[in-house]
């Protein structure tokens, strides 16, 4: 599983109806009404639907008004008041295109409504028209969401009849709450006692104490016959959650989650499919839940049998697997996703068969020598390269080294090690994650843009002219422009790569040490240009004081002839070779 997969499973849907559509676009939901959120729908009915007229004829449009304690999403459809799990029948039209939308469900055009944003409401209003062929008796069904975590299906309203139709009673739509299991307060806290001794333990930082250690994040596993009980522990403010994985890649993961809502919390069981959103599960499969919030600090824990033969999606705890732990910031109930790297193990354990303590790391080794890597080249080996040759030359006017000036065999040697860096580092995300990937921003493009400018620079060197050919001034400004928009893309991308998740970089330590960097180098630039040009003029000058006193009167053309001669050995990029 990649590091950003756990990012993914730990995403849920939007604080809307179906699949996190706040749009209202929820015609996934047109059979039966019910929003993926996969939590419980609400037993206590908070709304309710009322109609301007009960009885109709074909055509006619009567009005529909939702209202109730205040709402983000909303589903209503009319059925067949003798067949209400069948098909919508009739049609919708708007009173406030803000407020709501028209859907298609099934066949019909225009047979269901919904809201076109999350914005909270107390009441919407509509109208129904009814069909020429429709059946006599006809019921409103509406699907009310609070939060994400908080919602009604098919809340029944009232029943209309067609003109001339016989009598039905208007009874209520019956729907089956299924009850679920209220979690304990815990009376005390977690401890790292007997981590490595009694039970498994994954700490972060390697060593921390939940008891002790505000920061510690921290997840238990201990055996009790044919039960695991799990406790996890971590500061933070929406949700802590772990997983059990095959691989380090995303998908066929089962998850456990504590999320906070509100005044409470719930915990549940998940199921990650591919690469999609993870889809909570019943609560029947955990036993003995209980939470408690304190200073900040969430902790939850439950048991779990080791084995559940009739839940294939619950991996059995007498099995290896690799164990993330992630957390992040929960909105009306969705979790949302987490801001930094989860926590994953280096290697894949058996809880259930050891005792041991471990820790992990939220960034991956190939990352890590990328992002170290990149660094080395584009701040240290090309702005040393390039110093060299642009103020260095003087330092070593006729030493050689291997047949070639010493200035321009160091600025080589660094230059080659540059591209050589980058274009090894370039490499390792694509080994790590296999593709490219579209989670990282514009740090990628940049990416590419550096490492194309890094090859390119070898090659424009190949066909460097000779000193005196008259291309020269041309080869100069080109490889001079070409370094330079290399080194400036590559800082941004420096800058924007230090965002990236899977390096797990201390915010915002990263950002402050990186300008440093810059402001060294560039201030370094500006001193050595100073300093260069104040020894140029001094030299300039000691040789009109010296033509002065041999000759007065040629030393001013002399003068002008050497003035000119040393400003035109200097170039752009300092590459002119001696």
């Known amino acids: 599983m990649a590091l950003v997969a756990p990012v993914i499973w730990l995403l849920a849907c939007s604080s809307s109806l179906v699949t996190s559509y706040p749009d209202g676009r929820v015609t996934r939901a047109c059979d039966d009404m019910t929003p993926l959120h996969k ?155 007997g981590c490595g001794s009694n039970k498994f333990c994954v700490r972060n930082p390697t060593s921390c104490d939940p008891q002790k250690d505000i920061w510690c994040f921290f997840v238990s596993f ?64 955990l036993h003995d839940a209980a939470w408690r919030i304190e200073d900040g600090i969430l902790q939850c824990s439950f048991r779990r049998n080791i084995r559940i033969p009739t839940t294939p ?55 890590k020598f990328h992002g170290a890597m990149m660094f080395i080249a584009w701040m240290t080996t090309v702005s040393i390269g390039v110093l060299i040759a642009r103020f260095f030359k003087p330092v070593w006017p006729t030493s050689t080294l291997f047949g070639e000036k010493v200035w321009f065999q160091l600025h080589r040697i660094l230059m080659v090690s540059t591209v ?22 514009y740090h990628p493009y940049l990416g590419c843009v550096v490492f194309a400018l890094a090859v390119l620079q070898p090659i424009i060197a190949v066909f460097r002219p000779a000193p005196s050919s008259h291309r020269r001034p041309y080869f100069n400004w ?15 991308a420096i800058f924007l790569g230090m965002n990236v998740q899977a390096l797990d970089l201390p915010d915002p330590w990263d950002t402050y040490t990186m300008v440093g960097f810059v402001l060294w180098h560039v201030c370094a630039d500006i001193l050595l240009e100073v300093h260069s040009f104040c020894q140029q003029k001094g030299s300039i000058k000691q040789l009109e004081d010296r033509m002065e006193i041999l000759n007065p009167y040629t030393a001013k053309n002399e003068v002008c002839e050497y003035t000119s001669l040393l400003y035109a050995s200097i170039h752009p990029c300092g590459m002119e070779r001696q």
């Open 478 to 492: 080109t490889h001079w422009g070409t370094g330079t928009v290399a080194r400036i893309v590559a800082v941004a």
């Open 39 to 193: 939590h419980h729908s609400q037993s206590a009915i908070k709304h309710n639907i009322t109609v301007d007229k009960t009885v109709f004829n074909p055509g006619d449009q009567i009005k529909v008004t939702l209202s109730g304690s205040r709402f983000m999403g909303f589903f209503v459809q009319a059925r067949d008041a003798n067949d209400l799990d069948g098909n919508a029948v009739g049609s919708f039209s708007l009173i406030d295109d803000q407020v709501s939308q028209l859907l298609k469900c099934g066949s019909v055009q225009d047979s269901a409504v919904s809201q076109t944003n999350k914005r909270r409401k107390e009441q919407v209003e509509f109208y129904w028209i009814a069909p020429s062929d429709g059946p006599q008796h006809i019921q409103f069904l509406a699907t009310v969401v609070e939060k994400y975590s908080v919602y009604w299906v098919k809340i029944p309203g009232p029943i209309i009849s067609r003109s001339g139709a016989p009598l039905i009673s208007n009874k209520p739509y019956p729907v089956a709450m299924p009850t679920v299991p209220t979690a304990l307060l815990l009376t005390e806290g977690f401890s790292a006692s």
């Open 313 to 367: 999606e619950r991996f059995p705890f007498d099995s290896s697997y690799y164990i993330f732990v992630a957390d992040g910031d929960v909105d009306n109930g969705r979790v949302l996703r987490h801001k930094r790297q989860p926590l994953i193990t280096s290697k894949m354990y058996n809880v259930s068969e050891s005792v041991e303590d471990v820790g992990g790391s939220r960034s991956p080794l190939l990352i």
């Open 222 to 285: 201990k055996r009790e016959g044919d039960s695991m009980l799990i406790e996890m522990s971590g500061p933070v403010k929406g949700y802590l959650s772990f997983a059990l994985s095959h691989d380090h890649w995303m998908g066929d993961d089962d998850v456990y989650l504590c999320v906070t809502d509100g005044q409470t919390v719930d915990i549940n069981p998940a199921y990650l499919r591919g690469r999609s959103h993870p889809e909570m599960a019943s609560t029947d499969d």
């Open 420 to 441: 050589l860096l980058t274009v090894v580092a370039f490499v390792l995300p694509f080994v790590y994650r296999g593709h490219w990937s579209s989670r990282a921003g």
